[in-house]
């Protein structure tokens, strides 16, 4: 998490790192002590109303995004929050890609990070005002402009024609955790056609409500330390209770390009998950790892493999994936690495994005997760 507070009036706080935390959250223990968000009843209707409606489609697959950073107030009535530089657009892009392939897309976002569709026209890069021609008294879009928003706009219009998108804010970390298991929980009904794109950039650390100030802290009161708290990695529940046959892919964000690896392993040898995929922050756009896990038979002694090449689970599921998880320890795990570069994959294409790649491959991934859960 890159913390950033509002400089003025109150000091920068010195950069320091408490390596012991105050208290240790477990996730019974986050959901019981921190408040929801007010709307989450409201919202987790929404949301299952909109699930259930896909869940009755035969053969269609639903994939939850997550998308943009989540922010860390420092007070109840918040002035100043402590936030990252995620703007969605790994979120927005992919949900695009899964859109065109035939997925319903429940997309949740932070509030005012970038959108599906109408990320192409962010006031920022590509402001939309610039792109509109007045004759008389008729609004037009000028060619080349035109020509590039065609397929978007009808790509657009399709989605909300056919309801296979549903947008759900939120702008806390707090938000986000009870929102995430919320949805997780809707989402299980849906067994393996359901898949998890979990690219919301997640603090790591958070202010439990009793230590947050009610009011603007104020800036007579000397220099400014503030001591956090490890937000619970709720991954471990989210796959091995809220979602056991959910395909449950989590993005982990490196600037040492050198720990992408190991620390992707890591996630995958704690939670149980079937794909971490890596990104260095410089890099993100054109350059990603996927990680996934093989695991060998310790006690066979030779060097068959149990199970396919990706993704890395059970080759036969009669003993079904949550005791599959939960038998992991007992075996040897061994992990193969898929690089995607966009140079390599679309040499002649300088608009393509890496996304595209990442879905496609997902997709694969995915039908095959599907297919052995239907054996
Ligand atoms: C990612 O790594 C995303 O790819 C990015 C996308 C946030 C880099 P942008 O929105 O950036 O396109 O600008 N997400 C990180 C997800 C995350 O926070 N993972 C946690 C971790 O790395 C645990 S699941 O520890």
């Not at 040898?269 to 038979?297: A, C, D, M, P, T």
């Not at 060097?303 to 599959?324: K, N, V, Y």
């Amino acid at each position: 998490m890159t913390g950033s507070v509002d400089p003025a009036p109150v000091p920068a706080p010195a950069a320091t790192h408490t390596p012991t935390p105050q208290r240790e959250f477990t996730t019974d223990d986050y959901f019981q002590t921190q408040r929801p968000p007010a709307n989450l009843k409201e919202k987790t209707e929404v949301m299952r109303a909109w699930v259930d409606k896909w869940a009755g489609v035969e053969g269609k697959n639903v994939v939850l995004v997550t998308s943009g950073g989540t922010t860390v107030p420092l007070e109840a009535n918040t002035v100043r929050f402590l936030d990252n530089f995620s703007a969605g657009t790994r979120g927005a892009t992919s949900a695009e890609y899964f859109l065109e392939r035939g997925y319903a897309v429940l997309f949740l976002h932070r509030t005012h990070s970038l959108r599906p569709f109408s990320r192409h026209y962010s006031h920022s890069l590509n402001p939309f005002l610039d792109l509109l021609t007045i004759t008389g008294d008729s609004i037009g879009v000028a060619d080349p402009q035109a020509a590039k928003l065609l397929p978007i706009l009808r790509a657009y219009n399709k989605a909300q024609a056919e309801g296979t998108i549903l947008s759900v804010e939120f702008q806390t970390i707090n938000d986000y955790l009870w929102l995430l298991r919320a949805a997780t929980g809707i989402m299980a009904p849906l067994e393996r056609r359901g898949m998890f794109y979990l690219a919301a950039a997640v603090s790591d650390f958070f202010l439990p409500e009793d230590r947050v100030a009610e009011h603007k802290i104020q800036s007579t009161k000397g220099s400014l330390s503030l001591e956090m708290d490890q937000v619970p990695k709720v991954l471990r529940p989210l796959v091995q209770e809220w979602t056991p046959e959910g395909y449950i892919v989590s993005f982990k964000l490196e600037t040492d390009e050198d720990l992408l690896v190991p620390k992707a392993r890591a996630a995958l040898s704690r939670y149980g998950h079937q794909l971490v995929i890596g990104n260095e922050l410089h890099k993100r756009k054109h350059e990603v790892v996927f990680v996934e896990r093989k695991l060998r038979e310790k006690s066979v002694g030779d060097d068959r493999i149990r199970g396919a090449e990706t993704p890395p689970l059970a080759d036969s599921d009669a003993e079904g994936a949550p005791a599959f998880r939960r038998d992991i320890k007992k075996k040897k795990e061994v992990f193969s690495e898929t690089w995607l570069h966009l140079n390599q994959l679309a040499p002649n294409r300088p608009e393509a994005e890496i996304e595209e790649f990442i879905i496609d491959e997902l997709l694969k991934r995915h039908q095959e997760w599907i297919d052995r859960g239907a054996k």
